[in-house]
């Protein structure tokens, strides 16, 4: 097999893995509503962190992962930061509507 037909083959095998990969970073978990009257979007979990921007009351963010401790890694607006899940209403991708804590089922 000559050189450029290996080139390509391995070029091609790293843009698949590439998108793959991308793919799985964009995949969110599902939305959330703030339900305080404003929310801090911090830089990191934690009350010590610096604070990005603030949500108002009812604005809708996008979840991105559970970050542990009642933090949840979140999108609002263009911005990528944490929020506690304390002042969030969660629903997940499949349409269940979760309480912070640990995605509790809401019943």
């Known amino acids: 097999m000559n050189f450029k037909v290996k080139l390509v083959r391995f070029l091609t095998a790293i843009g698949l893995a590439l998108a ?3 793919g799985v970073a964009f ?5 959330a509503a703030v339900t305080a009257d404003s929310l801090r979007l911090r830089s990191e979990a934690g009350t010590d962190s610096e604070t990005l921007d603030m949500a ?3 604005a809708e963010v996008t979840v991105e992962e ?7 890694k ?3 607006g ?3 930061g944490y ?3 304390e002042w969030l209403k969660i629903t ?4 269940t509507v979760c309480r912070p804590a640990g995605l509790e089922l809401l019943g």
């Open 20 to 22: 793959m990969c991308t």
């Open 27 to 31: 995949a969110s978990i599902g939305s």
């Open 56 to 58: 108002p009351k009812g």
């Open 66 to 72: 559970d970050a542990g401790d009642g933090w949840y």
């Open 74 to 76: 979140v999108t609002y």
């Open 78 to 80: 263009d911005t990528e």
């Open 83 to 85: 929020m506690s899940g």
């Open 92 to 95: 997940l991708a499949d349409g």
